[in-house]
């Protein structure tokens, strides 16, 4: 059964950095997309970043220069490096990786920055 791991989160300071990870285990193919998504309450979860098996990369307005998705397709793992953070990226970061049988998301990171 695949799973998707997220970890990295934390508390921080505004201006700080956090670096987020997704294992996916349970799985030999190597997912083609990745993405990260974010959440906070009583919101709609929102694109962070996408990542393709080749490295290629979109993000969202909001990110852009400031976060950085890459992956290590030999462990199946996507990070998310996040510098300058803001008060306004405090949410729940997840982890999608859809396939054409199935879309798997994890359970969840949680990101508070204090300001």
């Known amino acids: 059964q695949v799973q998707l791991v997220e970890s990295g989160g934390g508390l921080v300071q505004a201006g700080e950095s956090l670096r987020l990870s997704c294992a996916a285990s349970?799985?030999?193919?190597?997912?083609?997309?990745m993405s990260w998504y974010r959440q906070v309450l009583g919101r709609q979860r929102e694109l962070v970043a996408t990542?393709?098996?080749?490295?290629?990369?979109e993000y969202a307005d909001a990110v852009k220069g400031r976060f950085t998705i890459s992956r290590d397709n030999g462990k199946n793992t996507i990070y998310l490096q996040m510098n300058s953070l803001k008060p306004e990226d405090t949410a729940v970061y997840y982890c999608?990786?859809?396939?054409?049988?199935?879309?798997?998301w994890g359970k969840g990171t949680l990101v508070t920055v204090s300001s």
């Open positions: 990542i393709s098996r080749s490295g290629s990369t």
């Open positions: 999608y990786a859809p396939t054409v049988v199935l879309n798997y």
């Open positions: 349970g799985s030999i193919v190597i997912f083609n997309t």
